[in-house]
C-alpha cells in the first residue's frame, strides 16, 4: 500500500502544480457562484415549492459545468504521460499496473471532491444571511452530495478510460466528453420520445442523473444509483487496466 500512496501524492501534486487545476477551479465556482445568485433571485420574485438546495443542484448552470469538467480533469491522466514518455519509467518501477492506474483514479478523485467543498459555503452563507435553512433536511444535503460523488466517480473513470486509449489529451477530452454527455441524454430521450411504453420509460428514469439527483436532494436516498455507479466505475475501471496493460506491452 505504501507505493500506491506514493503514486496517489504524485498525482495529487501534479494537479496542483499544473494551471489547469487552477482554471478549472475558478471557471467551476464562477459558474456555481452565478448559478447559486440565480437561483436565489428567480425564487424571490416567487413562491416555489422546491428549497434553494434543490433549485442549484437541478439546474442548467449546474449540469453544464458538471458535464464540462471532466474531461478538462481526466484528459491529462495517461495521455499526457505517454506522449512525453514519462510512462516507461513508472511501468519499470516496481509497482503494479492496478496501482498506477487506482492511484490516477483517485487522485483526479481528490481533485473533483477539492472543487465541491467551497460550494458549502454558499448554504452556509444563505442560512447566515436569510436565518433560515437552504434544504428542507439535512438528509437532503447528504443525499445531493452523495449522487455529485457516485456521478464523479464514474465519469472520472470514463476520463481515465478515454486517456489510456491516445497520446492526445485533446482527443482524449473529447472522448470522455462525447461519451459523457451522450450517456447524460440518455436519461433525457424519455422526456422526449412520447410513444414509449412505460416499461421503457422506467428503465431510460433508471439512467437519468438527473432524476436520480432530484429524488436525492430532497433526501429520499435510492440504493439504484449506487448500484449503478459504483458497479459502472468498477467496470470501466477493469476496461482501463485491460487497455494500460495492453499498451504497457507494445511500448
Known sequence: MRKFFVLLSREIRSYFYSPIAYVVLVFFLVVSGVD??????????????????????????????????????????????????????????????????????????????????????????????????????TGAYFGAYLMLLLLGMFYIAIGCFASVLTKNQIVAAIISFCTITLLFFLGLVQFILLDVSSTTRQLLGYFSAIEQMGTLSRGEIDTRPMVLYISGTILVLALTHQIFQSRKWRL
Open 36 to 137: 447559486f445568485y440565480f437561483q436565489i433571485s428567480f425564487m424571490n420574485q416567487r413562491p416555489v415549492s422546491y428549497s434553494v438546495q434543490e433549485a442549484f443542484f437541478n439546474s442548467v448552470f449546474f449540469w453544464f459545468a458538471f458535464v464540462l469538467i471532466f474531461p478538462l480533469i481526466t484528459m491529462r491522466l495517461f495521455a499526457e504521460e505517454f506522449k512525453l514518455g514519462t510512462i516507461e519509467p513508472l511501468m519499470t518501477a516496481p509497482v503494479r499496473d492496478w496501482q498506477v492506474v487506482l492511484a490516477k483514479f483517485f487522485g483526479a478523485l481528490f481533485f473533483y471532491i477539492v472543487l465541491w467543498v467551497p460550494t458549502l459555503l454558499f448554504f452556509a452563507l444563505f442560512q447566515a444571511i436569510a436565518h433560515q435553512p437552504a434544504a428542507n433536511s
